[in-house]
Nanobody, 123 residues
Framework: QVQLVESGGGLVQTGGSLRLSCVVS????????MGWFRQAPGKERDFVAV????????YYADSVKSRFTISIGSAKNKVYLQMNSLKPEDAAVYYC????????????????WGQGTQVTVSS
């Protein structure tokens, strides 16, 4: 079983930056994809970014390309999401997720989820 704990959310002004962290523990041998998703109030959970443990199979949602960067920590037990040039529409609860399908952008392919961290962007 894989456990995920996110941190790093908060309140930021439009144009600002945040870095989210996700600590990964447990049985990660079957994990091939680490992703970030987000969910705004009243909306579905949307894909943000995904990578594998070696930084490959890297994909981003069109809405965050060139602004967000997903990365894996050197010890391969942390996943980061660097968010730059934040916009009010980026405000959401951000979730870290682990799955077996390389490069998947579908929430249904991810088996483990963190509790989420709130990102608020003021205009």
């Amino acid at each position: 079983q894989v456990q995920l704990v996110e941190s790093g959310g908060g309140l930021v002004q439009t144009g600002g930056s945040l870095r989210l962290s996700c600590v990964v523990s447990g049985r990660t041998s079957s994990v091939n994809a680490m992703g970030w998703f987000r969910q705004a109030p009243g909306k579905e959970r949307d894909f943000v970014a995904v990578t594998d443990w070696n930084g490959g199979n890297l994909y981003y949602a069109d809405s965050v390309k060139s602004r967000f960067t997903i990365s894996i920590g050197s010890a391969k037990n942390k996943v980061y999401l660097q968010m730059n040039s934040l916009k009010p529409e980026d405000a959401a609860v951000y979730y870290c997720a682990a799955g077996r399908q390389y490069g998947s952008r579908w929430a249904s392919d991810f088996d483990a989820w963190g509790q989420g961290t709130q990102v608020t962007v003021s205009s």
